[in-house]
């Protein structure tokens, strides 16, 4: 069962920076297509970011230029760099493969609150 452990949130005011880190367990890391999630209070988990192998990245048109994903393969690391946050930011956020490894796979994620 894959492990995956996310990192960093917190309380910031609009908009400051916060950087999320997911680390996960596996020797197959290098190969998948890697993606940060989030979900709000009340709302469906929505895919956010997306890095795959080669680093090509994807994100949500709510987060393009403000948010950057990243990935270290050799410490089998995905990072998200969150810009400019602003309160609609605010959610649990996630890291996962996409498409997810299986429904059980989910960490515990990290709370980004973001408020003035």
């Known amino acids: 069962q894959v492990q995956l452990v996310e990192s960093g949130g917190g309380l910031v005011q609009p908009g400051e920076s916060l950087r999320l880190s997911c680390t996960t367990s596996?020797?197959?890391?290098?190969?998948?297509?890697m993606g940060w999630y989030r979900q709000a209070p009340g709302k469906q988990r929505e895919l956010v970011a997306t890095?795959?192998?080669?680093?090509?990245?994807n994100y949500a048109d709510s987060v393009k230029g403000r948010f950057i994903i990243s990935r270290d393969n050799a410490k089998n690391a995905v990072y998200l760099q969150m810009n400019s946050l602003k309160p609609e930011d605010t959610a649990v956020y996630y890291c996962?493969?996409?498409?997810?490894?299986?429904?059980?796979?989910w960490g515990q994620g990290t709370q980004v609150t973001v408020s003035s």
């Open positions: 996962n493969k996409d498409p997810p490894f299986s429904s059980a796979s």
């Open positions: 890095i795959t192998h080669s680093w090509r990245t």
């Open positions: 596996g020797s197959l890391f290098r190969f998948y297509t």
